[in-house]
């Protein structure tokens, strides 16, 4: 017998769900791809239940003080397995986010460095400090140096100059 209404949210082989794609009026947009196959980021979008629930309390926080979307790449593929050289990305608990646009581009083209002219370096502390203040937030990469003076609990390292990087505490 079929069914009819809303699918079933994909699910991986440990449970973890693939993040939201396309929910309406979300604060966030996706992007990303695996092995550099175009249309391919929904793959590597699976995440612990922890790490969905942080999204979902910032994408709402988000919502409150800016109406923009941010941009949500890398989490996890199937099984936490390593691509593309990820040596991280394999617990689903960590995700990459695009800096905030001055303007409101989404989607793959989307990019932005915080070299760039079209980067709000404004908006993404304010940004990043949502995920700052959050409990479950043990890590934060990105490269601006005003960013880390602004928010004393983001670092650099390498790679990180047009996305930032956050990581949970570790899960069991």
């Not at 769900?17 to 992007?31: R, S, T």
């Not at 934060?140 to 609990?153: H, L, S, T």
């Amino acid at each position: 017998m079929a069914t009819s209404g809303v699918p079933i949210q994909p699910k991986d082989s440990r449970g973890y769900f693939m993040l939201p794609q396309a929910p309406e009026d979300a604060g966030y947009y996706v992007y990303g791809n695996v092995g550099n196959v175009p249309n391919t980021g929904h793959l590597a979008q699976y995440a612990h239940p922890d790490l969905l629930s942080v999204i979902f309390y910032i994408e709402r926080e988000w919502q409150a003080i800016c109406d923009r979307k941010f941009g949500i790449g890398n989490i996890s593929i199937d099984g936490g397995i390593p691509y593309d050289g990820h040596n991280t990305h394999l617990r689903g608990i960590e995700v990459d986010c695009r800096p905030v646009r001055k303007d409101k581009l989404t989607g793959p083209d989307a990019r932005v460095s915080y070299f760039d002219a079209v980067y709000d370096r404004g908006a993404t502390i304010k940004l990043l400090r949502l995920f700052a203040q959050h409990p479950e937030v043990k890590t934060i990469y990105f490269n601006d140096a005003e960013v880390q003076k602004a928010i004393g609990r983001v670092t650099s390292c390498a790679g990180h100059n047009d996305h930032f990087h956050v990581e949970l505490w570790r899960r069991k």
